[in-house]
């Protein structure tokens, strides 16, 4: 076993003995410190936003990708949700989605069914299921933020390909991505992977801009918009281009109990990915990474 592994799977197991932060301590440590930042970054100038997202997007990727051997009946949601927290604060980061609409928890975990916003638990994670990982987070001078699924050691074919089909999706709406080009040629190229492996959209969510503000014009369906606005891309834009997808029947729910985590309608599982991306000059410059 690779020695970084065994740290981390030694490191999880003693956050599994302990109690873990809950989330009344996450929103009293986090929730009026991300307001002030919020309100801090939307007062720098366009460059150095830019010029910030640029150097700390990778860490993000890198980040990820740390995470998915550790991904089965060894962790559990509330140990990883540490783990990041902590790596968070050591790269000088806050996790965004603390308090935000009244949401609990630092990193957004949902597997199987669960598209996004999941709460972290301290079950383990199974290592037949498919878990998606949501970052978001702040530098002092911008926001961060990438999504990924990974599937445990003993996924299945099916789910192992529903993996590849919503990466090669993210990857064709990445491709088309160039000024003066519409921003619903994202979603077209999008639909067009997703319609030739018999998958549906999770169109209720959406792809944006980031900046000023963490999510912001210009909206990004991610299918086929039916009520194109002829908007283009601009020069200078950071979009952050989300691919949710699933087999079965179209359509999401969000839990009545809490209205924040959302599930697939019919009980399919779900996978999310996302890329943070710089229309450029020249086309486009991929400023997160891809993790897999």
């Known amino acids: 076993m690779p020695a970084f592994l065994d740290k981390a799977l030694r490191e999880l197991g003693r956050r599994f003995s302990r109690q873990p932060e809950s989330a009344a301590t996450l929103i009293e440590r986090y929730q009026t410190k991300n307001q002030q930042l919020a309100a801090r970054i939307a007062l720098l100038p366009d460059r150095e936003r830019l010029d910030s997202i640029r150097e700390q997007a990778p860490a993000v990727s890198r980040l990820l990708r740390d995470l998915a051997p550790l991904i089965g009946p060894q962790s559990n949601g509330l140990a990883l949700q540490d783990q990041i927290v902590q790596e968070f604060e050591r790269l000088g980061w806050q996790p965004m989605l603390v308090g935000y609409k009244g949401y609990p928890a630092a990193v957004p975990i949902s597997i199987g069914k669960a598209v996004l916003s999941g709460f972290p638990t301290a079950n383990p994670l199974p290592d037949n299921a498919l ?98 606005k002829n908007e283009r891309l601009q020069v200078g834009q950071i979009l952050n281009v989300l691919v949710p997808a699933k087999p079965g029947v179209r359509g999401v729910r969000f839990d009545t109990q809490n209205f924040q985590e959302v599930f697939t309608q019919d009980g399919k599982e779900a996978v999310v990915f996302s890329a943070m991306v710089e229309v450029t000059q020249e086309g486009h410059r991929l400023l997160s990474e891809w993790v897999d």
């Open 131 to 228: 878990v998606t990982i949501e970052m978001v987070a702040a530098s002092s001078t911008a926001y961060l933020a990438q999504s990924w699924t990974f599937a445990g050691a003993k996924a299945e074919a099916k789910q192992l390909a529903l993996l590849e089909t919503g990466r090669q999706a993210l990857k064709a709406g990445v491709a088309c991505i160039r000024p003066g080009e519409r921003v619903d040629a994202i979603g077209d190229a999008i639909a067009e992977v997703l319609d030739a492996h018999d998958l549906q959209p999770v169109i209720e969510y959406s792809g944006h801009g980031m900046g000023k503000d963490r999510m912001q014009s210009p909206l990004i369906l991610c299918y086929r918009n039916n009520y194109s």
